[in-house]
């Protein structure tokens, strides 16, 4: 859980270090495990606090530019056989640094606390945007606090201790985790890199790349773009990057955004569906975790307003995925296309098809953003 998820602790706790399934999003594989030669001296000049901020900046951005990002976007033919739809893209963000999209905007926010003079920043997680966040104010040679819920257990927390954040347990939930480390922030003149805040036109810009990496390779904006959501920054992000693209004469089109999610349990969903004009919290008490959904799950969406008016602007749609579908979907695609793919990752490519069986898409391109670990 993180940036784009959240955690009640009335819920069940997953703990993945003790053989819980390896189907969370947490689970995620770091890519970037070892350090190339190049890229070693560009951390130690980056880190350097003798050297001028200018100097530090220039290495930081070359490692930000040569790691982060410009993920691969592969055809699925094999998957459009079994789908019924053609042109159907990947957008595989399982191969930045620590294996998430996650890293596109703590590298982002690392790089803006640097050239604003911080020495610190802090965020609230479960997972991983913890595990970015740790490893990119590593590169930049800042401290880093990382809040989490004091009832959560994950893995990434040795990937993050190792790249020397500190890890302040906290009572309470996701939420609640997210108030502390601002108020740490706020006391302390610590960058704040949580979401909702100061920094979500930042956040967004980042994963406004997402789109122009896929204007990139496909020369303008597909049909559709299908996404799974928890607090829905990303996908409110690469909306707005496909409206810059588009008012730039960049491309002849906006994509319809399709936003996917776990069954009754996220507020983005729940209003699009009920015809709401916005986003409404859920009950925490109601929703429970499983191994499969609980990226997903949400209550309260931080950026769930953005995210529903880009599904609405954009003449998308929003549905609903079962664990069931998801962990099938990620099935399919590790035994039509080799990509290993977290199944709440599924669930944006769930909705598209929901949509596709309700009334046939026309023969068009259309993208799928997907994240987890290579096979």
Known sequence: MDADSSYENTTPVVDDTNGAPDTVLDGATPVLTRLPGELTALKDIATDQGR????????????????VGDTTLTRARNVEREVGLRQLYLKFEGGNPTGTQKDRIAFAQAMDALRRGFDAITVATCGNYGA???????????RCYIYIPEGYRTKRIDEMTSQG????????????AVQLSGEQARADEIYDANPGGANTALQLRAYGEIAYEIYDELRDAPAAVALPVSNGTTLAGVYRGFISLHRRGKTSRLPRMIAGSTFGKNPIIHAFRGNRANCEDLRPDRLRETAVNEPLINWHAIDGDLALEAVRASGGHAGYASDKSMSQYARILREKEGLSVLPASTAGMIALLERHRQEPLPGDRYVVVVTGKKA
Request: with cysteine; charged share 35%.
């Open 132 to 142: 970015a966040v740790a490893m990119a104010a590593s590169f930049a040679g800042l």
């Open 52 to 67: 001028a901020v200018e100097e530090r900046l220039e290495a930081f951005e070359d490692i930000l530019d040569s790691e």
């Open 165 to 176: 954040a500190e890890i302040v347990r906290c009572a309470g939930d996701y939420e609640k």
